[in-house]
């Protein structure tokens, strides 16, 4: 199966397209997953990371298709930070979920290879085994093509950085070029690549991250990108809704993942759902019921019922 | 003292600006690295590709300011690839190198900070500890604060990919908007942090990749960019040549490190020097005399004898 079947499949399943994502932040961790020591050494704080993503995604796996481990958060404990990150893979996959794996990593000629060839690939095709990756076009159209190549050869996917949710992402992204902002150059390559694609049910394995945050724009692209899936981050936390995020599926309620990290990871501590539980998983599960519910009642999820 | 005043000192001291990249590949490795396992585990690789770097840095640590390790090469084999990249930092500054980490990362808000907190910080002041680190601008101003602020509390920089030495960079470097290619707006923005940065050398703390493919461009971007360090890369393998970045360097031979990897690690095996020396680490060594030679032969880089 190609990457965009098996999301498909998984997101009919679960009748969800919400991604959680695995943001652990030691400051952010329930008290119980906290050590005594007040400056811990990083292979303590790995193994608290490891333990809080394995109660996040024993909680979730019922109930969506996939998870996003943001590298960032175990790379900033070095090796053994990562170390964990590779049984957070691992363990999500096993609980039946697919993992894109938030890197938005990119190089050049054989180095572009080594990040695809070492990142994505489930199943033991690859060292790390993501489903999926997240990656930045900056480096151009042949930065890309490993990392395509490499997808396709092992079911697996990518996402391209295509315009995202922040604010100062307008400073290239927005930039008007040949009478178009730079971030529909790079969705036009996108599309194109998918138009290419020998995928079967409609949507090809090159995704595009487009923010929750410029409905104006996922409305747009969405009408130029119809073989493209969508990656969307910046719902709840960031500002997003559910209604901003409606124009990113199709009339089946296909096409997005819509992405929440920590909405859904911090919600014993922040948001609708703070110090109403006394499991800190509880909060986690209803956070994550929530969201599926408003998506299905203002938009077109609801055709996954 | 900071990052700028730093790397200056290291080229004035080994008088060459010459920047020997780390990229380990395990094809590529001296048959007396290489292991009897056809197909060795990861962990197996990362050891050969410690004794590798060691032998590469042990060797150009004499004759150069610092070293770029490609974090691609460690990440394809997990974290016990990275794991080793961790000790070659490390074994690298005790050497006396400047070690740049070449991992073209970027993320948004806290993200961002998680990156910049991880990595960048010589001194114990990170978990990583590199003095400075390749990021990419794709995601705009705000996503690089985070590196910036986190670079100059620590004595560390950042090198901002602007023009990138391969062909495929023009689909997004060269688009035109307002009247001068995208890659113009980074060069601006990066001088715009050092014009208010507090170094007192001349140079500031944030750096710009600039390909040696491209001539013109690195001409363009100097005069632009008088407060700015250059990362060039693209010397040798990628067919750049001392006199291709002539331009790159001030009237004193500063302002530029000038990157060779390939051409370097594996000049045993290809090159000029293939074949020459019994022992791999004296071609390493020849090819990096060599190209600080030319340099000093065709550059203001002259000036630092």
């Given at each position: 199966m190609t990457f965009s079947e098996k999301l498909e499949a998984a997101v009919r399943e679960k009748k969800s397209p919400v991604l959680v994502g695995l943001d652990p932040r030691y400051e952010m961790l329930p008290d119980e997953l906290?050590?005594?020591?007040?400056?811990?050494?990083p292979e303590r704080i790995a193994a608290a990371f490891g333990k809080f993503c394995y109660g996040v995604i024993d909680t979730v796996a019922p109930l969506v298709p996939a998870v996003k481990p943001q590298m960032a958060f175990f790379e900033q404990y070095g090796s053994m930070g990562l170390f964990t990150l590779e049984h957070v893979i691992n363990y999500a996959q096993s609980q039946g979920l697919l993992v894109i794996l938030d890197g938005k990593r990119n190089d050049i000629g054989t180095t572009a290879e080594a990040y695809a060839d070492g990142l994505i690939g489930p199943g033991g095709t690859s060292v790390w085994g993501a489903d999926a990756l997240t990656v930045s076009p900056y480096l151009g159209d042949d930065s890309l093509e490993p990392f395509c190549q490499v997808a396709r050869n092992r079911g697996g996917g990518i996402f391209v950085l295509v315009k995202t949710s922040n604010k100062g992402g307008a400073m290239i992204q927005d930039l008007i070029a040949e009478g178009k902002p730079v971030y529909r150059h790079v969705a036009e390559y996108v599309e194109s690549l998918n138009a290419t694609s020998d995928t079967t049910n409609g949507y090809g394995n090159i995704g595009a991250v487009v923010g929750a945050t410029w409905p104006r724009q996922l409305a747009e692209l969405r009408e130029i990108m119809p073989k493209t899936w969508f990656l969307v981050p910046g719902y709840g936390s960031q500002g997003g809704a559910a209604k901003d995020v409606a124009?990113?599926?199709d009339a089946n309620g296909l096409g997005a993942i819509i992405n929440n990290s920590r909405g859904i990871n911090f919600a014993y501590k922040k948001g609708?759902?703070?110090?109403?539980?006394?499991?800190?998983r509880d909060a986690v599960r209803a956070a994550t019921e929530e969201m599926t519910v408003r998506l299905r009642a203002e938009t077109t999820v609801a055709k996954l019922l």
């Open positions: 906290k050590l005594a020591d007040p400056h811990p050494e124009e990113a599926f609708p759902f703070a110090g109403k539980f006394s499991d800190w």
